[in-house]
């Protein structure tokens, strides 16, 4: 998740939990004490044993999600922490010992909140801080429910009031998000334009298959969609609302592609560049540029509405409307699944398996 | 009112009245054939008389305000017409005869609509295509009441949710829409930090003062607000909402100093350069950017919302809480007043005087 701006984003009630040694060790903890380059500053600790005092349940973790974000605190660019901290913000775990609470044994949870510490084989916590997700869908997927495939659901429910038969454009197409923006949309007779950025000729055929096999249609890659092809979507509507996660030219080109009164929610900025609008646009055209960061919506909104949400994820999971790709890796080889996650090109995303 | 893109801006409904010479000459009316310079392309016409016929009504002209819009019509470069058309798009009139309409002789009118044509003596029109408005305020203020003045109160009113005690920071603070914005808001408890572009001493000294006439407060350059003595505003919370007429950098500083979750609208590029929008401020600080076009509202509103606006506006008028500076001109004289109209720096609005 790169910012565009390189400005450090402090004072969010982002902050991870604390780690205090102590005791017995029953687990293990990816622990920072400063911020910096994760391969330098994280530590895989011992964890001590908690015991489960009133109105606190045990988790033993089943998987989290390796995440740009999680890098991203770990450096100290993104949210502030309390440290020493325990990383990792996503993931999904088992309740083993339910104490007084209303969960039960088995239940599986994710937490409530960012910033939670998902990187550690098990820990204590009220049960308020844990949201039950379905036990019926892999575990990879509950563990990696909460962002991106969030992120993709509450883009298409929130902005540019999209019904079945309107179209949406987005860049990074073949990102995280992108693929869940993808299917989620077709699932509601939404169209998407799916634009990427330009390879060999080898590769850009591999990912125009990849994409196709989960669904994607519209294909285009930046320099075509700025080239004089633009009938490429003849027969489409006009978008109504334009995804960008890159910033720079590649925003403007799909914000020109928008529909009179149409919307551009920014997710990202990868090239690092801001976002250039006409002011001819925004004044006949009547578009709005907004951002969304699923953080903050996560804070604002009640476990309800979140349950509701990810509940109609898990159909569409269940019913194989969605398909994401992911990899486990043991949490003792996290030096190189960091790295590996960090790299430019990642096609699928990486899972700590407890 | 410039665009900053350079773009023709076709297809929307602003479509001028036609002009067809014949008969009884009673008045006169400022014509373009084709479009281009206005000082070419203008000419000053007699105008066939036209009686009033089956749910028609007779309106004689008081006064009509010069606005850039009209001139950029004129020009081709906003909105299009069918040609020839009478100019002007904003004026004021009074019913000389009513018809059968329920208009009463005395009435002062208003079109409805834009484009309507309204640099000349007299016309007739149905009585839908007209709003009354109050005829105990100047002449000049119900000419020009439409575009400035209602620009302003839709500003304050439907953008950033402002409430007393809130604050707005807008640039080209000076220019008639920030004259207004400045006065609206003082009559709402709303504070304003008030931009605008730096000059000689003595001219920055005089302009000061004739804003702090009017009741500007937090008179500050745009030198001023992008240097080091940002604190020149401690005490005032941050804005909820920038007014922008610029674009570029003046649009980027003033977004700098947007509250979280802020709103800002664009109403013009003077500077003919597009805005530029770092994505880190639009996810994080959820920075929201939208354009604003009176024609439009005007456009997709009730003549009772319009009507309701007019008279709030009125009132402030007639309580001297809202004071411009007009100065009338003979349609005669419509070469120089032109003219006049389109030089940079305008202290006070044109209105031909019939």
Redesign the interface.
């Known amino acids: 998740f790169s910012?565009?701006?390189g400005?450090r984003?402090l004072g969010?009630a982002v902050s991870s939990r604390h780690f205090s040694a102590s005791s017995l060790a029953l687990g293990k903890a990816l622990v920072y004490s400063e911020y910096g380059a994760p391969e330098r500053v994280l530590e895989l600790k011992e964890q001590p044993s908690e015991s489960v005092s009133s109105g606190k349940v045990l988790v033993k973790m089943l998987g989290a999600t390796i995440n740009p974000a999680d890098i991203n605190m770990i450096q100290g660019t993104y949210g502030s922490s309390s440290l020493p901290a325990v990383a990792g913000n996503e993931g999904v775990g088992v309740i083993e010992d339910p104490g007084t609470s209303k969960l039960k044994k088995g239940d599986w949870v994710i937490p409530t909140k960012p910033g939670f510490g998902t990187w550690r084989t098990e820990f204590t916590a009220s049960s308020d801080e844990l949201l039950v997700v379905p036990n019926d869908i892999p575990m990879e997927y509950a563990a990696g429910i909460s962002s991106n495939p969030c992120t993709a659901f509450r883009l298409l429910s929130d902005f540019g009031n999209l019904k079945e038969g309107d179209v949406v454009i987005q860049n990074a197409a073949n990102s995280a998000v992108g693929q869940c923006v993808t299917q989620i949309a077709k699932s509601r007779g939404i169209k998407v334009i799916n634009v990427i950025r330009s390879r060999e000729d080898k590769e850009l055929k591999a990912l125009k298959k990849k994409m196709s096999d989960y669904g994607a249609e519209n294909i285009v890659t930046e320099e075509e969609l700025a080239g004089p092809s633009s009938d490429t979507f003849k027969g489409l509507p006009k978008p109504k609302l334009a995804i960008n996660s890159v910033?720079g030219s590649s925003a403007t080109n799909i914000a020109k592609r928008l529909d009179q009164g149409g919307h551009m929610v920014?997710?990202?900025?990868m090239s690092r560049k801001?976002?250039?609008?006409?002011?001819?646009?925004?004044?006949?055209?009547?578009?709005?540029?907004?951002?969304?960061?699923m953080t903050?919506w996560i804070l604002n909104s009640s476990s309800n509405d979140r349950m509701e949400m990810i509940n109609e994820i898990a159909k569409l999971i269940k019913d194989k409307k969605l398909k994401l790709w992911y990899e486990t890796v043991p949490l003792e080889s996290y030096q190189e699944s960091i790295k590996r996650s960090m790299e430019q090109r990642k096609d699928c995303k990486l899972v700590f398996k407890f």
Chains 1, 2 share one sequence.
């Open positions: 910012v565009g701006t400005q984003f969010f910033g920014t997710i990202g900025g801001p976002i250039l609008v006409p002011t001819g646009a925004m004044i006949f055209k009547d578009l709005t540029f907004e951002g969304f960061w903050r």
